[in-house]
């Protein structure tokens, strides 16, 4: 790279980051409170990933996810890797995903890049994933928001290291002869607490700029490759609502 691509390079992370920071909401906080467990997958559950293979996923090019299984049966993001979707595609439904933040680099890393990672259904409207125990970072970008949209109601995050769980009732939006006929909905419980109440969603959950939606079909659920300390998943199923 010659030296002007790279100025210009760095001038366009730079104009990015601003973009980005015009829409980040620091207040108010949410209030932090205790939360409790988990629950297992009823009888009629799709298994996503119950801690032996990928066989349910892939990454960029239909390829095979390249992130670790452990021993203890879940799986642990290798950052650079990319992000991983189901083979399958989905509309409504209620999924149910446990995560853990990592131990590791907590000196070093704060706001957006502790344990920072997402759930994206229809690889278009993202339930943030982050370490927000004792971290502050922008309210619209915390664990549990439906990210640059909507505050959690409440923080019910658990310290790095202990096991979590989201439980979301995703409606699907509507599209007819390409326009919006019904927008989407979620309801999500982080750790057993409600923090989001079958909120509206505005449209593709995006970093910079407004939301806005484009019309799709049925498209597969996602788990994001994200800077900077990789964050674990385990015992992810799912229940059609369509």
């Not at 996810?65 to 650079?80: A, K």
């Amino acid at each position: 790279m010659n030296l002007k691509l790279f100025f210009l390079f760095i001038l366009s992370l730079s104009i990015a980051h601003c973009q980005s920071k015009q829409t980040e909401i620091w207040e108010p906080v949410p209030e932090i409170i205790e939360s409790t467990d988990f629950s297992t997958a009823p009888s009629d559950a799709i298994i996503l990933f119950d801690g032996t293979d990928f066989s349910n996923w892939v990454t960029w090019g239909n390829k095979p996810p390249q992130w670790i299984i452990n021993n203890d049966g879940s799986m642990t993001v290798v950052n650079g890797e990319g992000s991983i979707q189901t083979k399958e595609s989905f509309g409504s439904v209620q999924l149910h995903i446990e995560w853990k933040a990592g131990t590791e680099g907590l000196d070093k890393h704060n706001n957006q890049s502790r344990s920072n990672s997402g759930v994206f259904f229809q690889k278009n409207y993202e339930i943030q994933i982050l370490d927000s125990y004792q971290n502050p970072t922008y309210v619209n970008g915390q664990a549990g928001s439906v990210y640059k949209q909507y505050i959690p109601l409440k923080n019910a995050s658990k310290k790095p290291g202990d096991w979590q769980s989201y439980d979301i009732i995703f409606t699907a939006p509507e599209f007819k002869n390409k326009t919006l006929e019904n927008p989407g909905y979620f309801t999500v419980f982080h750790n057993g607490v409600l923090i989001q109440n079958h909120v509206e969603i505005k449209g593709t959950t995006t970093n910079v700029g407004q939301p806005k939606y484009s019309a799709h079909s049925n498209a597969p659920i996602m788990l994001q490759d994200h800077c900077c300390i990789p964050i674990s998943f385990r015992n992810i199923w799912l229940r059609k609502l369509d």
